[in-house]
T-cell receptor
Framework: DTGVSQDPRHKITKRGQNVTFRCDPI?????LYWYRQTLGQGPEFLTY????????KSRLLSDRFSAERPKGSFSTLEIQRTEQGDSAMYLC?????????FGQGTRLTVV | AQSVTQPDIHITVSEGASLELRCNYS??????LFWYVQSPGQGLQLLLK??????LVQGIKGFEAEFKRSQSSFNLRKPSVHWSDAAEYFC?????????????FGAGTILRVKS
């Protein structure tokens, strides 16, 4: 499978715990994006990497959120001290030139 | 600021009937335009895209869309809907360097197909 891969697909965590999600993009894609999608809404941009450089962060990305792409390949998104409002689908996408390909997403439920 | 409006939250069509999903956008530059489809609990699959050139674009699964600059619209169409088309459809704008290559999505239109 040469598509965008996300792990885990589902995560249930208690409020206050930290969680980390992983995204493996399509191998030749230099751009990687994280989006968040809540019920009934379209995906909202969180952050964007070109190679290993994080070029933009949305105001939606509070201090509790951090993303890395250490070698310009896979990326991780960490949420510290989770809150119930963090419950959402977290989508990763990668692109080379304009057209973004999405992974299956990680569904986070904070209880 | 960039924005995308999908005026219809839900649409129900009969199997075999034609379909049109509306999308209007606000964007400060010549946009890249996209339609994605999402099945429940799944990621987004690209149906079609417009970058430049011919304003009528063909996509997968028999879908097409027409870019109308004067109306700031990019409506999705299909001449004959199949039950398997039931899903949520998202219009998106962006992907250009002027706006950081990111996409701005509409709120989506849920398509129901009745037999």
């Amino acid at each position: 499978d040469t598509g965008v891969s996300q792990d885990p697909r589902h995560k249930i965590t208690k409020r206050g715990q930290n969680v980390t999600f992983r995204c493996d993009p399509i191998s030749e894609h230099n751009r990687l994006y994280w989006y968040r999608q809540t019920l009934g809404q379209g995906p909202e941009f969180l952050t964007y990497f070109q190679n290993e450089a994080q070029l933009e962060k949305s105001r939606l990305l509070s201090d509790r959120f951090s993303a890395e792409r250490p070698k310009g390949s896979f990326s991780t998104l960490e949420i510290q001290r989770t809150e119930q409002g963090d419950s959402a689908m977290y989508l990763c996408a990668s692109s080379f030139s304009g057209e973004a390909f999405f992974g299956q997403g990680t569904r986070l439920t904070v209880v | 600021a960039q924005s995308v409006t999908q005026p219809d939250i839900h649409i129900t069509v009969s199997e075999g009937a034609s379909l049109e999903l509306r999308c209007n956008y606000s964007y400060g530059a010549t946009p890249y335009l996209f339609w994605y489809v999402q099945s429940p609990g799944q990621g987004l699959q690209l149906l079609l895209k417009y970058f430049s050139g011919d304003t009528l674009v063909q996509g997968i699964k028999g879908f097409e869309a027409e870019f109308k600059r004067s109306q700031s619209s990019f409506n999705l169409r299909k001449p004959s809907v199949h039950w398997s088309d039931a899903a949520e459809y998202f219009c998106a704008v962006g992907g250009t360097m002027e706006y950081g290559n990111k996409l701005v999505f509409g709120a989506g239109t849920i398509l129901r197909v009745k037999s």
